[in-house]
C-alpha cells in the first residue's frame, strides 16, 4: 500500500494543479472578454467624445459668429439712434425756424393791417376836410362813393390770329 498512497497524492496533487491552471485559463478568457467589452466601450465612449467635442468646437463658432453679428447689430443701432436723435434735432431747429418766420409773416401782416387801417382813416379824414373846403367854397364835390367805370376804346375790334 505504501506505493498506492505517493502515487494517488502525485496524481491528486497533479490533479490540483490541472485544476488550477483550468481556473486560471477560464478566469483569463473572462478577462479578456471583459477586457474587450470594455475597450469596445472605450472605443464607443471616445468616438462620442469625439463627436461632443466636434459639436461643442460647432457650437463655439456659432456663438462667435452670433456674438459677432450681435456687436455689428449693436454697432448700427447706436449709429440709427444716433441719426435720429440729430433727425429730431434738426427737426426741432427747423420747426422753431419755421415758426419764428411765420410769427414774423403774421407780426408784419398786423403792421401792414395797422397801416392800412391808418391809411383809410386818414383817406376818410382827407375825404372830409376836401369835402369841408369844397362846401366851404360852394364848389361841387368832386368825390363821391360811387366810381365811374371807364369807357371802352372805340374802334378796338378783336382781330383773330389767322388774319
Do not use: Y
Not at 22 to 45: C, D, F, G, P, Y
Not at 92 to 104: F, L, T
Not at 121 to 139: F, R, V
Amino acid at each position: 500500500m505504501a506505493s498506492f498512497i505517493p502515487r494517488t497524492r502525485a496524481a491528486a496533487a497533479l490533479r490540483m494543479k490541472q485544476i488550477a491552471l483550468e481556473n486560471q485559463s477560464h478566469m483569463i478568457r473572462r478577462l479578456r472578454a471583459k477586457l474587450a467589452t470594455e475597450i469596445q466601450e472605450s472605443v464607443a465612449i471616445k468616438k462620442e467624445h469625439e463627436s461632443k467635442q466636434v459639436a461643442v468646437e460647432t457650437s463655439h463658432k456659432t456663438i462667435a459668429g452670433l456674438t459677432e453679428i450681435g456687436l455689428s447689430m449693436s454697432k448700427k443701432i447706436e449709429r440709427m439712434k444716433t441719426k435720429k436723435q440729430q433727425a429730431r434735432e434738426s427737426h426741432m431747429e427747423c420747426h422753431h425756424k419755421m415758426q419764428a418766420r411765420i410769427q414774423d409773416a403774421e407780426d408784419t401782416i398786423q403792421e401792414q393791417h395797422l397801416i392800412i387801417e391808418a391809411l383809410v382813416e386818414e383817406k376818410a379824414s382827407l375825404l372830409q376836410t376836401i369835402q369841408g373846403l369844397q362846401e366851404d367854397n360852394g364848389a361841387p364835390a368832386p368825390f363821391d362813393d360811387e366810381w365811374e367805370e371807364e369807357p371802352e376804346e372805340e374802334g378796338l375790334e378783336d382781330i383773330s390770329l389767322g388774319e
